[in-house]
């Protein structure tokens, strides 16, 4: 399909495994997002690449927390030692460039058991 | 003050009504407004950009932009029963490319 893609749609863990999320973005599109929502509120950014590079990783949590892009195209979103407050929606979005639309692919549900 | 702000509803209107959903900003600078709606259980769907002031219109929906008074709106006219879900307001802050979105305001239009 011509969307973002992520998988796997659903993940469970038990708490202390690592984990990994991975991200296929809109062919073309430069911009990559992780986003984070919990039951209730809107997605809250974790990080941004354009292309390979890592340009804000404000949003990340903790240093339990890991992305990479390491091609300019797919994107991986690490989470290392899970625990249950890891529990959420983990969101990606892919923009054509700069300050574009962002597209939302349609999620990883992770559970922290 | 939160970044992003919306009514935090729920909203009901009735089937054929207008639906009016609010949002204001903190960050001066912000430059990008969009929104989003999100049915339940599913990812968020872009269906509303807008960068200037003013009104912009596609369809149904309009958006209304206010900088001066950091105010962004979405009206959902003759609205229908599959408009109901929860529409986020997400603007760029700080110049930068990240979305900070509200919490989200919950629709239900009643047939």
């Known amino acids: 399909g011509a969307g973002v893609s992520q998988s796997p749609r659903y993940k469970v863990a038990k708490r202390g495994q690592d984990v990994a999320l991975r991200c296929d973005p809109i062919s073309g599109h430069v911009s990559l997002f992780w986003y984070q929502q919990a039951l209730g509120q809107g997605p809250e950014f974790l990080t941004y690449f354009q292309n390979e590079a890592q340009l804000d990783k404000s949003g990340l949590p903790s240093d339990r927390f890991f992305a990479e892009r390491p091609e300019g195209s797919v994107s991986t979103l690490k989470i290392q030692r899970t625990q249950q407050e890891d529990s959420a929606v983990y969101l990606c979005?892919?923009?054509?460039?700069?300050?574009?639309?962002?597209?939302f692919g349609d999620g990883t549900r992770l559970s922290i058991l | 003050q939160k970044e992003v702000e919306q009514n935090s509803g729920p909203l009901s209107v009735p089937e054929g009504a207008i639906a009016s959903l609010n949002c204001t900003y903190s960050?001066?600078?912000?430059?990008?407004f969009f929104w989003y709606r999100q049915y339940s259980g599913k990812s968020p769907e872009l269906i509303m950009s807008i960068y200037s002031n003013g009104d912009k219109e596609d369809g149904r929906f309009t958006a209304q932009l206010n900088k001066a008074s950091q105010y962004v709106s979405l009206l959902i006219r003759d609205s229908q029963p599959s408009d109901s879900a929860t529409y986020l307001c997400a603007v760029n802050v700080g110049g930068s490319e990240k979305l900070v979105f509200g919490k989200g305001t919950k629709l239900t239009v009643n047939p």
């Open positions: 960050d001066r600078v912000s430059q990008s």
């Open positions: 979005a892919s923009s054509f460039r700069h300050n574009q639309p962002q597209h």
